[in-house]
DNA sequence: TCTCACACCTTTGAAGTGG
DNA sequence: CCACTTCAAAGGTGTGAGA
């Protein structure tokens, strides 16, 4: 659904997603086994699977932005209809093999323990957490898609919607709970083979949030308005209010409210705390540059509010995040025919581990590089740039804009120039800039052969269509494009799916469908939460593998698509 | 603390218009 | 036929009243 509207694409021989709905729920066998993967005691490496894993990276796109509003202390609206995250999660995946098959998905796990409440101005702890309820998954609409496409541009989970209705099939939060994104890339698995697909999850603490029913800190507030376009309404400090406009007609010099506590804060670097290791009980790690850099940067000094220590890490950036930045930090992936020469290979992201599991599945998990200082990795980092262009803080240098004809290289046969030039500074991040509009660029005829421009109602978009979403659009709305969406089995949902539960045509077990099934492993995996090395994972609720009787797994999925049913 | 109606906004596609 | 403009619909957003 939404890679018609900003990713370009010259191979479209693969099947959209095109479920209205991409929410399924969490299978508890996949937590134990990234469990188990991520115990160290516990990992066997299966050097197949780390040859195929360990480069896969992920960085969360709109770092400035999200750091803005951890400096504040990130709060999300969480309806019963549900409610899309801003800033939303973008992230950009390097490594991925590009001619194999991926999922990714979006959860959010519990970032702590801990109730919070809002007292008058800050955040406090309100007792222990309520059960955290089922996972579910925010499945990408891209999904499943080769690895190329996944690198290609960053992948935005912007329709993902949070809600603390159990009843509409979104991912559900608790009010007043802490919460962090979790990314998981699962490598679809062979329908003609056995059915092993690799496995990793990153996290991402830098983007932790506090699920709200209304906002409490009224600088969130302000914030969000400031960079949400759907909540311009609300700019110049609700004077576009119409009734305070009806009040306040003439307003020609408005004084900002006093200095936000971030923004105090961004000026005095003595009073930014990072992000401890409090989460150090968790054995998921953050895959992104900057929670890496965070967890190397401790500092043991005690914020004065504790909630919004934790939100805190390095300096804040002055800069908005704007829709622009799909193009910004847009990493090119670096050469897949070059095998690390170590473990860790990736310098500013976590590397990968990975694990054979006793049902076969490789479980993948994610480690940093242990040993380095974060001043280590950034100066291997840049070390191919020249001088010049080496940022003084660790920080990348604003880089030379390419060329607008760099989209139209992307697109053509200029792509695999542009690939080698990502391939000699792999490091690199380009600025990609925006699109013009598809009615001005001419594409090379063999990029318009390659593409599956047929006039087939459920075929993808015309690639003017795709094309005319990118330039300037970097967040997609929903207009009426579900309208056109290709009539795909329709999934069941909330209520409706209780009722008429899916019957796969794979499983004759039962009316039931049990998650282990989503990935074809057998479903004698214990659920729970003991771990092989007899830890605890106090996240994972003990006893009987759930049952969820409605959702397609996704190995069905694929089955289908690929057999045309 | 939560829900809901509301005003305001962006995004989208269709229809209309003119060269 | 193409480019551009206008319009209406859908839906995202925070606000504020009330439960």
């Known amino acids: 659904m939404f890679l018609h509207e900003e990713r370009p694409f010259c191979d479209y021989s693969l099947p959209l997603n095109p479920q209205q709905n991409n929410y399924t729920f969490c299978p508890p066998e996949w937590k134990v086994a990234v469990l188990r993967s991520q115990c160290r005691d516990a990992v066997k490496v299966d050097v197949e699977a780390q040859l195929c894993a360990q480069q896969i990276r992920v960085s969360l796109q709109g770092r ?22 801003f800033p939303a999660c ?63 541009y960053p992948v935005s989970f912007h329709k993902l919607k949070l809600t603390n209705n159990t009843l509409n099939g979104l991912v559900i939060l608790h009010s007043m709970h802490k919460y962090q994104p979790r990314l998981h890339i699962l490598q679809t698995p062979d329908p003609c083979g056995p059915h092993s697909g690799s496995y990793l999850r990153f996290t991402f603490p830098e983007a932790a949030f506090i ?35 009806e009040e306040r007609p003439v307003q020609s010099s408005i004084k900002r409210p006093a200095e936000s506590r971030h923004e105090t804060e961004a000026k005095n670097p003595a009073v930014l705390k990072t992000l401890g290791a409090g989460d150090g009980a968790d054995l ?87 040993g380095q200082s974060t001043e280590t990795l950034r100066c291997r980092r840049f070390s191919h740039l020249p001088q010049s262009l080496r940022p003084q803080d660790g920080r990348p240098a604003e880089q030379p804009q390419p060329s607008g004809a760099g989209f139209a290289a992307i697109l053509g046969a200029g792509a695999a120039a542009v690939k080698n030039e990502a391939q000699r500074q792999p490091e690199f991040e380009y600025p990609l800039p925006f699109p013009p509009k598809v009615s001005r660029v001419h594409l090379p005829e063999t990029t318009l052969r390659s593409l599956d421009m047929t006039s087939d109602p459920t075929g993808p978009r015309p690639l003017a269509d795709i094309l005319n979403r990118i330039g300037g659009r970097g967040e997609a709305s929903p207009g009426k494009f579900a309208l056109a969406q290709p009539a795909w089995p329709p999934m069941a949902l909330g209520k409706e799916a209780l009722v008429q539960p899916y019957q796969s045509p794979l499983d004759t077990s039962g009316d ?46 694929y089955v289908n698509e690929y057999t045309g049913k």
């Open 284 to 370: 998921t790690v953050s895959s992104s540059e900057d929670a890496h850099s965070s967890a190397c940067r401790v500092e043991s000094a005690a914020a004065r509010n504790p909630f919004i220590s934790a939100f805190m890490n390095r300096g804040t950036a002055d800069t908005a995040c704007g829709l622009e930045d799909w193009g910004e930090s847009l990493k090119y992936p670096s050469s897949q025919d070059t095998p690390p020469t170590s473990h860790y290979t990736s310098p500013d992201h976590y590397s990968t581990r990975s694990s054979r599991l006793p049902n076969g599945v490789v479980a993948l998990s994610t480690q940093p590089p242990l």
């Open 512 to 557: 039931f469908l049990v998650l282990q099934g989503m990935l074809g492993y057998p479903s004698g995996l214990a659920a729970g939460a003991q771990l092989s090395n007899g830890h605890t994972d106090p996240r994972v609720p003990p006893g009987p593998p759930a049952e969820y009787p409605y959702k397609m797994p996704l190995l069905d999925f």
């Open 211 to 245: 699920a709200v029913t209304a906002y409490q800190n009224s600088e969130i507030t302000k914030l969000k308005i400031d960079n949400n376009p759907f909540a311009k309404g609300f700019r110049d400090h609700g004077l576009n209010n119409k009734r305070q406009r």
């Open 90 to 152: 973008k992230v950009s995946v390097t490594g991925l093999n590009p001619k194999t098959k991926y999922v990714l998905m979006m959860d959010m796990v519990p970032f702590d323990d801990n109730k919070y409440k809002w007292s008058r101005d800050r955040w406090e702890v309100n007792g222990v957490t309520d059960p955290h309820l089922s996972n579910r998954f925010f499945i990408h609409p891209d999904s499943p898609a080769l690895g190329e496409r996944w690198m290609q």
């Open 64 to 85: 400035e932005l999200w750091d803005k509003f951890r400096g504040i202390g990130t709060e999300m609206i969480v309806t019963k209809s549900g409610r899309r995250m």
